[in-house]
C-alpha cells in the first residue's frame, strides 16, 4: 500500500483505491477517516456502485478534482460504531450513502428536505468537510457520515444491484415525481438507455406509465421491449419514427451525458409537455424559444434528491423490485471497469463488491 501524507490527519486509518492525477488510474492508497463524532455512523463498506460522475472527477473533467480523490457515491455497509447521540441507526445495520454527506441544516432548501441544492452542499468526495479536509468516496474499506446523510436500507432490497439506486435511483424517481410523472397512465419519453435510462424505465412502469424509449442504436430495441417491460421503442435517428411521436408525450426524461441536439424532443411533447434533463453533457444545449412558446412547454432539470426522498426511492424500489442491472466487479477491475464504461461497455452499471475484493488485495 503506498502511504499517504494526508493519513496524519484523521485518527483511523483507511484503505482505498484513488486517482492522484489526470489520467484517472485508480491504486491502492492508505489515508485516514475521522474518529466516530457524536452523531456519526461508522460502516463497513460492503458495495460500491460506478458512477460515469467518478470517471469525470477521477480525470478532471469538470475541473474541480483535488488529489488524491477516492471516488464512489453509491455505497452500501454495515454499521461497526455509532456516536453517542445518534438515534436512527445501530451497529449491525444495513445502511446506505449516496452523494451527500453534507449541508448547512438551515437554509430554505435544507429546510424543505431538498439539500442537494443546499448552497453549501457537501458531497460525498473531492469537497471540502466542515473541519477543513477533503471527503472521500466509498471506493474504500469503510465510511464515516453524520447519521442525517445516512439511509436505512429496505431488509428485501439486495445490496449490490439496490447500490446504484442511491444515485441512478433518486436522479431518475425525483424528477418522475416533481414534474407530475407519476400518474398512472402518464405518457412519459425516457432517452437514452445506459446506467441512468434503464432504472428511469423501471422507475416510471412502476408509478403507471406507458414508457417511450429512445435509443440512436436499433440493437437495444429487444432490451427495451422484453428486459426492461418498456411499450415503446424509437430510434432516435430515424425521422419518419421521430415524426410519428409528435405531441404524443407527457414529459420525457433526458438521461444522455453526450453532446445531441433537445429540440427535437420537444416536437414529441404535447401541450405543458416537460422535458427534463438529468444528464450533463459537455457542451451547451441549443435551445429555441419557438417550440417552447407554441405549446407551453417547459425545460427543465433535476439533480439527485434529498435525503428524505431518497429513503422514499429506496422504499418504494423495494416494493417494487427495482434493481439496476448490474455486473459485480473486484476492486483491482477498477481500471478496467472505467475504460469499458468510457465505451458504454456494460450492461447497465458496474458494482464494485469492496469488502471481499479490498480485502484480498490487502
Same mark, same amino acid.
Given at each position: 500500500?503506498?502511504?499517504?501524507?494526508?493519513?496524519?490527519?484523521?485518527?483511523?486509518?483507511?484503505?482505498?483505491?484513488?486517482?492522484?492525477?489526470?489520467?484517472?488510474?485508480?491504486?491502492?492508497?492508505?489515508?485516514?477517516?475521522?474518529?466516530?463524532?457524536?452523531?456519526?455512523?461508522?460502516?463497513?463498506?460492503?458495495?460500491?456502485?460506478?458512477?460515469?460522475?467518478?470517471?469525470?472527477?477521477?480525470?478532471?473533467?469538470?475541473?474541480?478534482?483535488?488529489?488524491?480523490?477516492?471516488?464512489?457515491?453509491?455505497?452500501?455497509?454495515?454499521?461497526?460504531?455509532?456516536?453517542?447521540?445518534?438515534?436512527?441507526?445501530?451497529?449491525?445495520?444495513?445502511?446506505?450513502?449516496?452523494?451527500?454527506?453534507?449541508?448547512?441544516?438551515?437554509?430554505?432548501?435544507?429546510?424543505?428536505?431538498?439539500?442537494?441544492?443546499?448552497?453549501?452542499?457537501?458531497?460525498?468526495?473531492?469537497?471540502?468537510?466542515?473541519?477543513?479536509?477533503?471527503?472521500?468516496?466509498?471506493?474504500?474499506?469503510?465510511?464515516?457520515? %453524520?447519521?442525517?446523510? *445516512? #439511509?436505512?436500507?429496505?431488509?428485501?432490497? &439486495?445490496?449490490?444491484?439496490? +447500490?446504484?439506486? @442511491?444515485?441512478? !435511483?433518486?436522479?431518475?424517481?425525483?424528477?418522475?415525481?416533481?414534474?407530475?410523472?407519476?400518474?398512472?397512465?402518464?405518457?412519459?419519453?425516457?432517452?437514452?438507455?445506459?446506467?441512468?435510462?434503464?432504472?428511469?424505465?423501471?422507475?416510471?412502469?412502476?408509478?403507471?406509465?406507458?414508457?417511450?424509449?429512445?435509443?440512436?442504436?436499433?440493437?437495444?430495441?429487444?432490451?427495451?421491449?422484453?428486459?426492461?417491460?418498456?411499450?415503446?421503442?424509437?430510434?432516435?435517428?430515424?425521422?419518419?419514427?421521430?415524426?410519428?411521436?409528435?405531441?404524443?408525450?407527457?414529459?420525457?426524461?433526458?438521461?444522455?451525458?453526450?453532446?445531441?441536439?433537445?429540440?427535437?424532443?420537444?416536437?414529441?411533447?404535447?401541450? %405543458?409537455?416537460?422535458? *427534463? #434533463?438529468?444528464?450533463?453533457?459537455?457542451? &451547451?444545449?441549443?435551445?429555441? +424559444?419557438?417550440? @417552447?412558446?407554441? !405549446?407551453?412547454?417547459?425545460?427543465?432539470?433535476?439533480?439527485?434528491?434529498?435525503?428524505?426522498?431518497?429513503?422514499?426511492?429506496?422504499?418504494?424500489?423495494?416494493?417494487?423490485?427495482?434493481?439496476?442491472?448490474?455486473?459485480?466487479?473486484?476492486?483491482?477491475?477498477?481500471?478496467?471497469?472505467?475504460?469499458?464504461?468510457?465505451?458504454?461497455?456494460?450492461?447497465?452499471?458496474?458494482?464494485?463488491?469492496?469488502?471481499?475484493?479490498?480485502?484480498?488485495?490487502?
Amino acid at each position: 500500500m503506498e502511504k499517504s501524507s494526508l493519513e496524519s490527519v484523521h485518527p483511523i486509518k483507511a484503505y482505498g483505491y484513488a486517482a492522484s492525477d489526470t489520467s484517472g488510474t485508480l491504486a491502492p492508497l492508505t489515508f485516514s477517516r475521522r474518529a466516530t463524532g457524536d452523531k456519526d455512523v461508522r460502516f463497513k463498506v460492503l458495495y460500491c456502485g460506478i458512477c460515469h460522475s467518478d470517471l469525470h472527477w477521477a480525470k478532471n473533467e469538470w475541473g474541480v478534482t483535488t488529489y488524491p480523490v477516492i471516488p464512489g457515491h453509491e455505497i452500501v455497509g454495515t454499521v461497526t460504531e455509532v456516536g453517542s447521540k445518534v438515534e436512527k441507526f445501530k451497529v449491525g445495520d444495513t445502511v446506505g450513502v449516496g452523494c451527500l454527506v453534507g449541508s448547512c441544516r438551515s437554509c430554505q432548501s435544507c429546510s424543505n428536505d431538498l439539500e442537494q441544492y443546499c448552497p453549501k452542499m457537501i458531497m460525498t468526495y473531492g469537497f471540502p468537510y466542515y473541519d477543513g479536509t477533503i471527503t472521500y468516496g466509498g471506493y474504500s474499506d469503510h465510511m464515516v457520515s %453524520d447519521e442525517h446523510f *445516512v #439511509l436505512r436500507w429496505p431488509e428485501n432490497l &439486495p445490496l449490490d444491484s439496490g +447500490a446504484p439506486l @442511491l444515485c441512478a !435511483g433518486v436522479t431518475t424517481y425525483s424528477p418522475l415525481r416533481h414534474y407530475g410523472l407519476d400518474k398512472p397512465g402518464t405518457k412519459v419519453g425516457v432517452v437514452g438507455l445506459g446506467g441512468l435510462g434503464h432504472v428511469a424505465v423501471k422507475m416510471a412502469k412502476a408509478f403507471g406509465a406507458e414508457v417511450t424509449v429512445f435509443s440512436t442504436s436499433p440493437a437495444k430495441e429487444q432490451e427495451a421491449l422484453e428486459g426492461l417491460k418498456a411499450d415503446h421503442f424509437i430510434v432516435s435517428k430515424d425521422p419518419e419514427q421521430m415524426k410519428a411521436a409528435t405531441g404524443t408525450l407527457d414529459g420525457i426524461i433526458d438521461t444522455v451525458s453526450a453532446n445531441h441536439a433537445i429540440v427535437m424532443y420537444l416536437n414529441l411533447l404535447k401541450t %405543458d409537455g416537460k422535458l *427534463v #434533463l438529468v444528464g450533463i453533457p459537455e457542451k &451547451p444545449h441549443e435551445l429555441p +424559444a419557438f417550440p @417552447l412558446i407554441m !405549446g407551453r412547454k417547459i425545460v427543465g432539470g433535476s439533480n439527485i434528491g434529498g435525503l428524505k426522498e431518497t429513503q422514499e426511492m429506496l422504499d418504494f424500489s423495494a416494493k417494487h423490485g427495482i434493481t439496476a442491472d448490474v455486473e459485480v466487479v473486484p476492486i483491482d477491475y477498477l481500471n478496467t471497469a472505467m475504460e469499458r464504461l468510457l465505451k458504454s461497455d456494460v450492461r447497465y452499471r458496474f458494482v464494485i463488491d469492496v469488502a471481499n475484493s479490498l480485502k484480498a488485495s490487502n
